[in-house]
């Protein structure tokens, strides 16, 4: 089965950092530009932020823009989110999603769920004191 697995979350207090790893299972991500999106209890999935192939695009949503940080590293085959300053609006559960670059091209991402072709189970990012 082809999906991205998210990991790294847990309980923060306010002000604190967590960082998310995002990585493929049954593919590599050499061809595949990379989104994070989230979804608090009660509320719309939310785009959160994305890095192009190449990760000379990268995107913030403006809730998260200075505060998070996305990278990849693809020799390791994962994605990274840096997630810094955390507020208890933060809380969610993440998920990672990826989108193939074949028509748009290596420098490209997507803000929008429905270009993603391949999604894994959340992780739980809880943000209180």
């Known amino acids: 089965q082809l999906q991205v697995v998210a990991s790294g979350g847990g ?38 932020s994305c890095i192009s192939l190449s990760s000379l695009s990268t995107k913030y949503a403006d809730s998260v823009k200075g505060r998070f940080t996305i990278s990849r590293d693809n020799a390791k085959n994962t994605v990274y989110l840096q997630m810094n300053n955390l507020k208890a609006e933060d809380t969610a559960v993440y998920y990672c999603a990826a989108h193939n670059t074949r028509r748009r091209g290596s420098n490209y991402c997507a803000v929008w769920g429905d270009e993603y072709d391949y999604w894994g189970q959340g992780t739980q990012v809880t943000v209180s004191s």
Do not use: H, M, N
């Open 11 to 48: 309980l923060v207090q306010p002000g604190g950092s967590l960082r998310l790893s995002c990585a493929a299972s049954g593919f590599t991500l050499d061809y595949y530009a990379i989104g994070w999106f989230r979804q608090a209890p009660g509320k719309e999935r939310e785009w959160v």
